[in-house]
Nanobody, 125 residues
Framework: QVQLAESGGGSVQAGGSLRLSCAASGRTFSRYGMGWFRQAPGKEREFVAAISWSGDSIYYHDSVKGRFTISRGHAENTVSLVMNSLKPEDTAVYYC??????????????????WGQGTQVTVSS
């Protein structure tokens, strides 16, 4: 089992920045890819960004390319999401997720095995 805990959400005005962090505990000796998803009220949970175990492969949703940056720290078993130039449409609950295996980087919800509880990000205009 892998437990994930997000932190760093909050409220910010449009154009501002936030940094989300996710700390993994439990079965952290396994190789796993990690990602961020978000869910706005009344909408499906959608992919935001993902990173492979090695960090060599990174994917972003088109809507966040050039604004968000995902990274991971193996020593700390963490993954971070730096969000710049935030827009009101980025408002959502953001979820950290992990999938076992290092042969691919998941971009679909069903590819992930573990999820955090989520952290709220609110961007006002």
């Amino acid at each position: 089992q892998v437990q994930l805990a997000e932190s760093g959400g909050g409220s910010v005005q449009a154009g501002g920045s936030l940094r989300l962090s996710c700390a993994a505990s439990g079965r952290t000796f396994s190789r796993y890819g990690m990602g961020w998803f978000r869910q706005a009220p009344g909408k499906e949970r959608e992919f935001v960004a993902a990173i492979s175990w090695s960090g060599d492969s990174i994917y972003y949703h088109d809507s966040v390319k050039g604004r968000f940056t995902i990274s991971r720290g193996h020593a700390e078993n963490t993954v971070s999401l730096v969000m710049n130039s935030l827009k009101p449409e980025d408002t959502a609950v953001y979820y950290c997720a992990a999938h076992l295996g290092d042969s691919y980087v998941g971009v679909l919800r069903q590819q992930y095995d573990y999820w955090g509880q989520g952290t709220q990000v609110t961007v006002s205009s």
